[in-house]
């Protein structure tokens, strides 16, 4: 059985699995298009499932998140 290392999360520094697919845990988060950018142009790789989901519920609650401040 191959053991896949756990990534590192370049927002919070804890360990998670990402499983690089279709079927990754990160595509049953629903997420505003705009956050995802400011994500992608703040952070390289995937973010944990704590700090997706946090965001995602930020942007929910409080409208745009600006991750830039």
Do not use: T
């Not at 804890?14 to 298009?33: G, L, M, P, T």
């Amino acid at each position: 059985m191959k053991l896949i290392e756990p990534e590192k999360c370049p927002r919070c520094g804890n360990d998670f699995h990402c499983s690089k697919s279709a079927r990754c845990w990160c595509y049953a988060v629903s997420i505003e298009v705009s956050l995802l950018e400011q994500i992608q142009e703040k952070w390289a790789g995937c973010l944990c499932p704590d700090c997706l989901k946090a965001l995602a519920k930020k942007s929910r609650d409080e409208g745009f998140v600006d991750l830039v401040k």
